[in-house]
């Protein structure tokens, strides 16, 4: 949820994430605008697979057990699906699809870091068809076998359909791993298998061998194999107003990161390809793909020291509204 860094520290990740904006192509998987005036905490974003430039997403809190398809081309709500069969979400943080074709949606916030020794996952088949739906959604409990965390990010593995929860710390979280299949009627225990740093959201390559892990100021991309992290680097992130999600396209070709707040900015940013289909995430030397309306930019090199100098001030803003925003919790 709502947190904040130090001005100096958000000084040295800004220039460490290195963010430019650059133009994108036109058509589906572009930078874009959610226009639904409904959506004003959009903190979770996951690529539909079988609807071609829509995105999954859902509020914060204070909602219900609501996920909207927003479609990029037009920034515009195509579907809102209803959860049916759960309890009242307290604060959802994140949705990634999983290789059975199962949306998860995870209610994994504690903004009291650990005032609740459990929290939840909800599943359910991504809908074939986009229109408004009413779903029933299976819920699973979830504890940590090293105690009660915030988190925010959830991400399903995308061939072993193993599920990963990073936990949210200013001093550094930990990757957790879920069981081999999550089961109702039990408690699944989530075990730490890694040390991650701040972590806002995360997303696996569609080939499952890289795990990228934003911040608010900053992104960088894991190596996984055999259910650990390894070597890392970092990715190239945009500077948005209070920074919460990422997935990839359903290509790998791009990082989309997503912002909350009315009309929050999802900002697209490309990768250049390993070759093998998976997306790797080094920087598209082509300086890759955000928008310059969405990222605040107008793609002009001659405009760069002005640009740096505008995402110092933006930089100084977020903190201050984030400073603002804490007390709602």
Excluded: C
């Excluded at 036109?26 to 605008?33: E, Q």
């Excluded at 996951?46 to 920034?75: L, Q």
């Excluded at 740093?197 to 499952?208: E, K, L, M, N, R």
Aim: avoid cysteine; charge should be neutral.
């Amino acid at each position: 949820m709502r947190s904040y860094l130090t001005v100096s520290g958000a000084a040295v990740l800004l220039l460490l994430a290195g963010a430019a904006p650059a133009t994108a192509g036109d058509g589906a998987d572009r930078s874009f605008t959610i226009e639904d005036p409904r959506i004003t905490e959009s903190s979770g974003l996951a690529a539909s697979r079988t609807h071609p430039g829509v995105y999954w997403t859902h509020n914060d809190s204070d909602d219900g057990p609501y996920v909207y398809a927003v479609d990029s081309r037009t920034g515009k709500t195509v579907a809102t699906i209803t959860m049916r069969g759960v309890g009242r979400p307290r604060d959802v943080e994140a949705i990634s699809l999983g290789p059975d074709g199962n949306l998860y949606v995870g209610d994994i916030g504690d903004n009291l870091n650990g005032s609740w020794d459990h929290v939840w996952i909800y599943g359910f088949p991504e809908p074939k068809q986009l229109k408004d739906a009413t779903v029933h959604a299976t819920q699973f409990d979830v504890k940590y076998a090293d105690g009660p965390r915030n988190a925010e990010a959830l991400m399903v593995h995308p061939t072993t359909g193993r599920v990963y929860i990073a936990s949210k710390n200013e001093d550094g979280g930990g990757l957790y791993e879920g069981p081999a299949k999550l089961t109702t009627g039990a408690t699944n225990v989530f075990r730490r298998v890694g040390e991650v740093p701040w972590v806002t959201d995360g997303a696996f390559s569609p080939d499952g061998k890289e795990l990228v892990l934003r911040s608010y100021f900053s992104a960088r991309a894991y190596a996984f194999g055999n259910g650990r992290l390894g070597a890392d680097h970092a990715v190239r992130a945009p500077l948005q107003r209070q920074a919460e999600s990422v997935t990839y396209t359903a290509d790998g070709s791009a990082l989309m990161f997503g912002s909350e707040g009315e009309r929050s900015d999802v900002v697209r940013v490309d990768v250049q390809s390993d070759g093998g289909g998976g997306g790797g995430t080094s920087p598209s030397k082509g300086g890759g793909g955000a928008s310059s309306s969405a990222a605040g930019g107008s793609g002009d090199g001659t405009k760069g020291s002005t640009l740096v100098g505008a995402l110092v001030l933006a930089a100084v803003g977020a903190l201050v509204l984030m400073r603002r925003r804490r007390g709602r919790g």
